[in-house]
């Protein structure tokens, strides 16, 4: 069964630093979707992706926040100068619209970021 | 501004035995979907079910079901002979009709299955 994969896993950076969250969205979705959920708390929407722009974003998504869609299979989310508070579990998700005309989201693994 | 409520911060239920877990939602908007995904430990998001607010039937998938109440905005989720695998997070979420539109989340119930 197709599914939505996320690089790296678990990911490390020193305050001020870029990171570059890294995910494969499954092959005929259309939207696609960064979430974050900070430790103990609920998941937040970030950022929604479509036709190679960004289409919705939340308050969250501050000008430190990118994406990107570089190729026909990755989707990135980039952090330009990691704060400490940035440090979460940063989920991409991707959705296709289904006869009920319900966009189902399917969300990959996830990828921890620890900024210390 | 839409708003998902889960009241129950954890519940705890035996093994075999059948649990309710609670959401209410607040929105202006006619047109939405509403979901339960499940967070077991490993942090990934599993979608469990989803209801379309068109639909006045409730939705069932194998031993997990809904109460979608339209008029009060509520949402519960019942698990049926609940296994040790249920065991986990479970996270209410709304939105809107819209592919663009991001989902909106409760805070959560942490479920408990006692053996």
């Known amino acids: 069964e197709p599914e939505v994969t996320q690089t790296p896993s678990h990911q490390v950076t020193q305050m001020g630093q870029e990171v570059i969250l890294r995910c494969v969205p499954i092959?005929?979705?259309?939207?696609f979707y960064w979430y974050r959920q900070i430790l103990g708390q609920k998941v937040e929407f970030l950022v929604s992706?479509?036709?190679?722009?960004?289409?919705?974003k939340s308050e969250i998504f501050d000008d430190q926040f990118s994406v990107e869609r570089p190729d026909g299979s990755n989707f990135t989310l980039k952090i330009r100068s990691t704060k400490l508070e940035d440090s979460a579990m940063y989920f991409c998700?991707?959705?296709?619209?289904?006869?009920?005309?319900?966009?189902?989201?399917?969300f990959g693994p996830g990828t921890r970021l620890t900024v210390t | 501004a839409q708003t998902v409520t889960q009241s129950q911060p954890e519940m705890s239920v035996q093994e075999a035995e059948t649990v309710t877990l609670s959401c209410t939602y607040d929105?202006?908007?006619?047109?939405?979907?509403l979901f339960w995904y499940k967070q077991p430990p490993s942090r990934q998001m599993i979608l469990v079910i989803r209801?379309?607010?068109?639909?006045?039937q409730n939705a069932t998938e194998n031993r997990f079901s809904v109460n979608f109440q339209k008029a009060a905005k509520s949402f519960s989720l019942k698990i049926s002979d609940s296994q040790l695998g249920d065991a986990a997070m479970y996270f209410c979420?709304?939105?809107?009709?819209?592919?663009?539109?991001?989902?909106?989340f409760g805070k959560g119930t942490h479920l408990i299955i006692q053996p």
């Open positions: 979420a709304y939105r809107t009709g819209g592919g663009a539109d991001g989902l909106t």
């Open positions: 992706f479509y036709n190679n722009e960004i289409s919705e």
């Open positions: 929105t202006s908007e006619s047109d939405y979907y």
């Open positions: 209801q379309e607010a068109y639909k006045q």
């Open positions: 998700a991707s959705s296709h619209l289904w006869t009920s005309g319900s966009y189902e989201q399917y």
């Open positions: 092959s005929n979705h259309l939207y």
